[in-house]
């Protein structure tokens, strides 16, 4: 599919080193955003940078952990010294590692919090100027969240991985009485089973790859980080009167 409305646009995306978010950076890219891209290893960021150079496009690999919120400011200070005002954010970083409540794994809960929820705030802080200063210029300028179908269906040791989800749903929702009156989009983006690295970090076996989630995999085949990142494309390129608000994707086979 052709977004030629994409180019032009200037978009930081967070968790750029994998999955959806590396996806998403790629196929702005490719249609003409320049794209900063943020996530903890550099290496991987810097690789997707070189591969976006070599194909002709703009990125910048920004290093950096969502959760700390002075280094947050700090590299949204470098992107824009570089690339520009930012008129589109990704926030695809997130960690998900399910255990059942009763392992009472507080470094889990704490780490989802403050990634999956924290996080996200510090970006949204960190560009919300760049966003109405954009829209009040008459571009288009969008705040995409990924959130999780696991923000409203409940999967047994999922609790606190669901809960960050549900407030990022409600974040985005609540977020739309601030900013659409100001002409900046906010999509909220609920995907379901997706073939990437996220659950390469759950530490107990029986919910693993090898465990609950591999049989996920085998039971309902997964969608591709691509097809997630052709969602973003579509939302970004719509008429700027357009607000896709909220997205829920399954696969098919997922009920
Ligand atoms: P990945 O694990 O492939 O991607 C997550 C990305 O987040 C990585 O690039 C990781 O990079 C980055 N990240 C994690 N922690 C931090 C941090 N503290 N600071 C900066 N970056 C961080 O998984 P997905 O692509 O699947 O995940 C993207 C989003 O989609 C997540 O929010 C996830 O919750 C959500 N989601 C995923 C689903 C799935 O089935 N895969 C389903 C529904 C929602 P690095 O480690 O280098 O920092």
Redesign the pocket.
Known sequence: MSYTTLSGRTAVI?????????AAALLLAEHGASVAL????EE?LKELADRIDAAGGRALALP????DRDAVTGVARRAKAELGRVDLVVN?????LPNPIEHGRADEWARMID??VT?VLNVIEAFTADLISAAADGHTADLIN?????AHVAFPGYAVYGAT?AALTQLSASLRTEFGPRDVRVTNIE????D???GNHIDNPGLGSDGQLGELFDLIG?LT?EQIADLVAYVASRPRTVNLRQIVVLPTRQA
């Open positions: 967070t968790g750029a080193a994998s999955g959806m978010g590396a943020l996530a903890r290893r991987r950096v952990d969502v959760t695809a970083a997130g960690v998900m990634t999956n996080g990924i959130s999780s179908i696991g989800k995907p379901g089973l997706t990437t690295e996220l997964p980080a």
